[in-house]
């Protein structure tokens, strides 16, 4: 009997340890699998990131373009950058075409009543040309401040979006 009893304790001091590694090796695979778990999502967090920074980055251009835009025609960049910006304003499409609309109207009005040689007419379009000027100049500042805060916001979502995805990885450790 002694001998059934010591092959007993031998077969059980086996099992224990075959149980003790194979809990082992359990414990390193369920940590290999947390570990590149972790990794995945932290692959996934910087992918994401990449993504959202490409698609806003023409949204950021336009804002900083607008700006400088901006600081030229306000004389911020220099003289020479104002005088720039304020003659490609000037032969700008839309400026052409807001001119020569008006002056054909004063003209033919002017026509119609049969004062089209007078220095009223001379006056009138002076007049149109500097108020649609200045009218047209406030509302293509106003479209750049507006471009200038669509990159605002898109550098902001950017950044907001980057704090996120650091956050998140922090977790996944």
Partial sequence: MGYVNDL???????????????????????ARSQSDAQRTNVQESARQFDVTQASLQPFQDAGVSAIGQQQALLGLAGEEEQQQAFQAFNESPGQ???RDRGERATVRNA????????GNV??????????TAQQDFQNQFGRLGQLAGQGQGAATSIGQFGSNAVGQQAGFR
């Fill in 111 to 118: 026509g119609a009543i049969g004062g089209l040689g007078g």
């Fill in 8 to 30: 007993g304790k031998k077969l059980g001091d086996v099992g224990k340890q075959i149980t003790g590694e194979a809990a082992s090796d359990a414990a390193k695979d369920a």
């Fill in 96 to 98: 052409k075409f807001l």
């Fill in 122 to 131: 001379r006056k009138a379009l002076t007049e149109f040309g500097i108020g």
